[in-house]
């Protein structure tokens, strides 16, 4: 069975400083997805980011990256000119790699990160 | 943001009442999701559906019950709420991209039995 552990319950960050958010994760697959969503305070769970396993370079999205560390099982997130906006609750999930029509492509998550960003 | 809906957002209810909770999405996606959140904690998948007709239960058991009818909406229902049951619902929606489905979430139903 997969897991994903986030180790830091609550971060906090000044405004326009970076910040890393971390995961790790355990899985026996070979091939798999990895997901960080953001979830602010009383509103949608959104995608930030994902990573497909089997491609080495970190994924980027504007002012977020993470660092895929394969071997390790690890899977942090950076969040660079932190806002005020990017305060929310952060998850990181896998989802195992299937064909069309296969597995139910559910997403394991873990117990989240919330992240405050101070003015 | 997606287009995936709940309602209602807060709902407070008395012990032995029976609830439904209501997702609906208007993307046409055929996949369609449950999960339970408690405070603090992660989400777990409680129910899922592959299509009309077709409905599954997650990995963390629930006393609820989901129906599919109708691709745009996917319901859940208790049919006598506990304290227990109280907690954060998340209605998700899905369309396949790239051998993986990406997940759409609703905002929420925050659900308080009493």
């Known amino acids: 069975a997969q897991t994903v552990t986030q180790s830091q319950p609550e971060m906090s960050v000044q405004e326009a400083e970076t910040v890393t958010l971390s995961c790790t994760y355990d899985?026996?697959?070979?091939?798999?997805?990895l997901f960080w969503y953001k979830q602010p305070p009383s509103r949608q769970m959104i995608l930030v980011i994902r990573q497909e396993a089997y491609k080495q370079q970190n994924a980027t999205e504007n002012r977020f990256s993470v660092n895929f560390q394969k071997a390790a099982k690890s899977f942090s997130l950076k969040i660079s000119d932190s806002q005020l906006g990017d305060t929310a609750m952060y998850f990181c999930a896998f989802m195992k790699h299937a064909a069309y029509g296969g597995a139910t492509n559910k997403l394991i998550f873990g117990t989240g990160t919330l992240l405050a960003v101070q003015p | 943001e997606a287009d995936i809906y709940q309602t209602p957002r807060y709902l407070v209810i008395g012990t032995g009442k029976k609830i439904t909770l209501e997702c609906s999405q208007t993307m046409g996606h055929d996949k369609m999701y449950w999960y339970q959140q408690d405070p603090g904690m992660e989400l777990h998948l409680i129910h899922y559906?592959?299509?009309?007709?077709?409905?599954e239960k997650g990995d963390l058991s629930s006393e609820s019950t989901v129906s599919r009818i109708r691709t745009e909406h996917f319901p859940l229902t208790l049919e006598s709420a506990r304290p227990s049951h109280t907690s954060q619902y998340l209605c998700?929606?899905?369309?396949?991209?790239?051998?993986?489905?990406?997940?759409?979430f609703g905002p929420g139903t925050r659900l308080t039995v009493l």
């Open positions: 899985t026996s697959e070979n091939n798999y997805y």
């Open positions: 559906s592959y299509g009309v007709n077709s409905t």
């Open positions: 998700a929606s899905s369309i396949w991209t790239d051998f993986y489905n990406e997940q759409f």
